[in-house]
């Protein structure tokens, strides 16, 4: 053939990486509980550690996830979207690789390091980034 077919080998030597995948994984649970049980966000003692909006005083296009989460992890899910979009993705993002991680651990396979050692198509780089400039406008309009 013309291309080398490659073979996903068990863990049995591979202790390390198991590891690692469940530091991960203890990782996304306990974020998960900060988020259940945190507060929800008060607009008036609100501050902010982002260094973007420190110096500038503008928000920058990430600004209001944390709080977006907050709301999304109490089933807010209105003002989950208002806060900022991209609440939703990363919730739908730390889900799906913690099912994936541990799918991963029970099989013994590597695809969760697999499939993100992989180079991403320029495509899909730019309709991020037109996604992120858009809600960052969005967020200097709304105020965040």
């Known amino acids: 053939m ?3 077919k490659r073979k996903i080998y068990p863990w049995s030597n591979n202790a390390p990486q198991k ?3 469940i530091f991960w994984m203890v990782a996304i649970f306990f974020s998960w509980i900060y988020f259940i049980f945190a507060p929800l966000p008060n607009p008036e003692k609100h501050f902010t550690i982002c260094i973007f909006k420190n110096i500038t005083g503008y928000p920058c296009g990430a600004c209001g996830t944390t709080r977006g989460l907050k709301y999304l ?3 807010d899910f209105y003002n989950a979207f208002m806060m900022n979009p991209l609440s ?4 739908f993002a730390s889900i799906l690789s913690f099912v994936w991680l541990g799918i991963d651990i029970l099989r013994g396979t590597k695809s969760f390091s697999i499939f993100f050692s992989k180079k991403i198509h320029w495509s899909l780089v730019v309709l991020i980034v037109i996604f992120v400039i ?3 406008a969005w ?3 709304k105020g965040l």
Request: glycine content about 0%; charged content about 20%.
């Open 139 to 141: 967020n200097i309009k």
């Open 88 to 91: 939703y993705f990363t919730a």
């Open 19 to 21: 590891k690692r995948y």
């Open 2 to 4: 013309w291309f080398k």
């Open 134 to 136: 858009f809600n960052w």
């Open 73 to 75: 992890f109490h089933l």
